[in-house]
Nanobody, 126 residues
Framework: QVQLVESGGGLVQAGDSLRLSCAAS????????MGWFRQAPGKEREFVAA???????HYADSVQGRFTISRINAENTAYLQMNSLKPEDTAVYYC????????????????????WGQGTQVTVSS
């Protein structure tokens, strides 16, 4: 089992950058695929980015070219670098993890992940 704690959210202006962190407990972080999702008020939780055990990255079309997901296994941490932020990026951001072999074809799906953090608020003002 793994516990996830997000940090790094805040209030920024459009065009600014933020880096979110997701710290994981346990000694098997490298065996987990990681994902970032977000949820705006009144909307469903949506996929943002994901990274495989080997470092392969996937992005939602809405953030492609602006966001970068990464991981440092020695630090048990995954990151989401967010550049050129827009007001529509405002949401609670969640990190998630899974060691399921099903993840490869399902990384955009909420149900593909077994563990979730508590979320961190990102607010982008215009």
């Amino acid at each position: 089992q793994v516990q996830l704690v997000e940090s790094g959210g805040g209030l920024v202006q459009a065009g600014d950058s933020l880096r979110l962190s997701c710290a994981a407990s346990g000694r098997t972080f490298s065996s987990y695929a990681m994902g970032w999702f977000r949820q705006a008020p009144g909307k469903e939780r949506e996929f943002v980015a994901a990274i495989s055990r080997s470092g392969g990255a996937h992005y939602a079309d809405s953030v492609q070219g602006r966001f970068t997901i990464s991981r440092i296994n020695a630090e048990n941490t995954a990151y989401l670098q967010m550049n050129s932020l827009k007001p529509e990026d405002t949401a609670v951001y969640y990190c998630a993890a899974t060691n399921s072999v099903r993840w490869t074809g399902l990384y955009e799906r909420v149900y593909a992940y077994d563990y979730w953090g508590q979320g961190t608020q990102v607010t982008v003002s215009s």
